[in-house]
């Protein structure tokens, strides 16, 4: 094969493209991972404004602890990252209401169920379920040989393990709200409030609508390995680049690629630095992206068509990036906040504010005594595609106005002395993450047996795959990493 053709181009430094990309030069292949922006992360990215040092989104990354992925990339490569372990982790705060979520699970659990009102028998019970089934399904994560594509071994593994998946099959297709009402936890409101937060960030609905089995893994979210990067996300996506280039990969930033092409042998890829050609390509983009790159009518992708669908029935995000004086006698660590401001409303539109605040020890990120802070919340897509380019600045700019109501309504202490605010739409997280309409979280996992239809990497087209928080195994920046190196699994076997 001439010099000039490559084994796979990867089309994008999300952590889905940066892990498809490290696996393969780890296997020996000769890679090129090119990236739109002249930063890795994609939505979990570090960006620099005015001087200071942004969270583009995620801030809480699973998977650090030693056994698992990211700890154990850190390790094998060296990586220079510091993981910050924080306690609490994150911090519910509603009108009524003030909730921590501890690193030890029966911490909180204790916590919940002193609440007034609190059913402690009917807690106790959802949780226990709720723990089989995350240690069911997190052990696929813990174990990527265990993710699809399966070898002999790993179908032994899983036939040896079907008891634990048994307690699954019930609520299959069926909401989680239906376990709640088994375990008479309907009418909780804390608890309710609290799943319906953490659905709305996990699995992209609220607890009414979430895929049971997904949703009670992802409950287990804050409890594995989740912790801070020091300095930033995108420190650690700086790091899996370095570990790249020395595995022999090559990194082109500031590269968008334009066009893809398919031909008899493999792909031509145009892109702002000129045409590549490789046998296999990665595109780590959304389903809209990679049919905008193939530039094909409707109707001939329809695997690809239905995704982009369904992200389209998804979320945006509206947010406030901010500078703000460190609050008088606070800690001096990070700090995670999630407000709900009317537990009775839809989880959305500036109802349901997530918090990221730096800490002391984010060198970069705010000069000496100051924080930064991203500030999120979801807005509903299709909202902005009913509304005219003027219609949707008002209702964005009044989405941010509740934003900034909620702040200081519930986290005053953030809220004192702001010395810079920026704004941002779905339109500009467009720009920050070269995401389409600034679409965050691929998928909303609500419940249906669809999500079930595929449940490993497969082609889009011949030498062609899709990986990124659209397919399987979902929206984390784990999950979204494990996928990468699942699909660099099925290339590498074809090389």
Known sequence: ???????????????????????????GARVVLCEALNYPGGCASTFQRQGYGFEAGATLFSGLAEAQLFGQWIHRHGL???????????????????LRVHRDRARFLDALCALPGAPAKGIQGFFAYQRQVADALWALFDEPALLPPLDVRALVRHAARVPRYVPLLRWLGRPLERVLEHFGLARFAPLRTYLNGLCQITVQCSAAEAETPIALAAMDYYWRG???????VG???????EAFTRSGGEVRLANRVKALVPGPDGWRVATRQGELRARHVAANVLPQGLLRLLDLPPG????????????????????LYRVVRAPEGRSLSPCHLE????????????????VSASGAEDVGRAPEGFRTLTVSTHVPLRALRERSPEEQARYVEGIQSRMREGLARLAPEWSEEVRREMPASPRTFERFTRREGGAVGGVPRRAGLGHYRELG?????????????????????????????????RIAAGL
């Open 457 to 489: 990497p497969r082609p889009v087209m011949k030498g062609l795959w899709l990986v990124g928080d659209s397919v399987f195994p979902g929206q984390s920046t784990l999950a979204t990493a494990l996928g990468g190196v699942r699909t660099a699994a």
């Open 226 to 232: 989740t912790g801070h990067v020091r300095g930033g």
């Open 1 to 27: 094969m001439p010099e000039a053709w490559y084994d796979a181009v990867v089309v994008g430094a999300g952590f889905g493209g940066m892990a498809t990309a490290l696996e393969l030069a780890q296997q």
């Open 300 to 319: 001939r992708l329809p695997r690809l068509d239905r995704l982009a669908g369904h992200v389209a029935e998804g979320w945006g995000a509206a947010m």
């Open 235 to 241: 420190r650690l996506g700086e790091a899996l680049l």
């Open 80 to 98: 220079a990252v510091e993981v910050d372990w924080l306690d609490p982790l994150v911090e519910l705060r509603t009108p009524g209401m003030a």
């Open 339 to 354: 407000l709900v401001q009317d537990e009775a409303l839809p989880f959305q539109e500036g109802n349901h504010l997530f």
